[in-house]
T-cell receptor, first 113, second 111 residues
């Protein structure tokens, strides 16, 4: 089945630094990927839609200069959390759409200290 | 704006019991509905996808139904096992490719 690989699974960083999260589609080409954030006991909230070769589309309230998304190839999308702060600590998950539905990465637990 | 609600928020059952998880959505103009399973600290595993033209889908001990006109879906789990313990998420896709998720139902199956 379709697999989306997400790395790293966990990261701890100091406040003010930047963190990059990678999402790769391993056995299919993903022209569109999605980035979600999930707070404890809350639902997944869509942050942005990543389109290969073009600018990402951000949801209302999501700072595009803080959450940089790059989708340079059909198999790789990256999310960079810039100048991270403790309130950015969360669970970030990427997803890609195939004909048989959405497939998700395993998620990244970001802790900013 | 589409809103997805899942009831109950948490459910604890003894092993072997059949159970039903509920999902409702406010805008019936959906393209499809998908049920996912999420283990603690993990990503999502797709369980069942129901297209808007379908009324149900089955996979093993799982059966999902869809009543688009009333904005409801149910996930039926037969003969529950401790390994079924997880959070179950319902999500709907509208005209765009975006998914809107419910908050999930946390299921605990006790041995």
């Amino acid at each position: 089945g379709a697999v989306v690989s997400q790395h790293p699974s966990r990261v701890i960083c100091k406040s003010g630094t930047s963190v990059k999260i990678e999402c790769r589609s391993l056995d299919f080409q993903a022209t569109t990927m999605f980035w979600y954030r999930q707070f404890p006991k809350q639902s997944l909230m869509l942050m942005a839609t990543s389109n290969e070769g073009s600018k990402a589309t951000y949801e209302q309230g999501v700072e595009k200069d803080k959450f940089l998304i790059n989708h340079a190839s059909l198999t790789l999308s990256t999310l960079t959390v810039t100048s991270a702060h403790p309130e950015d600590s969360s669970f970030y998950i990427c997803s890609a759409l195939r004909v048989d539905g959405y497939t998700f990465g395993s998620g990244t637990r970001l802790t900013v200290v | 704006k589409q809103e997805v609600t899942q009831i109950p928020a948490a459910l604890s059952v003894p092993e072997g019991e059949n159970l039903v998880l509920n999902c409702s959505f406010t805008d019936s103009a959906i393209y499809n509905l998908q049920w996912f399973r999420q283990d603690p600290g993990k990503g999502l595993t797709s369980l069942l996808l129901i297209q808007s033209s379908q009324r149900e889908q089955t996979s093993g001990r799982l059966n999902a139904s869809l009543d688009k006109s009333s904005g409801r879906s149910t996930l039926y789990i037969a003969a529950s096992q401790p390994g079924d313990s997880a959070t179950y998420l319902c999500a709907v896709q509208g005209g765009s490719e975006k998914l809107v998720f419910g908050k999930g139902t946390k299921l605990t199956v006790n041995p």
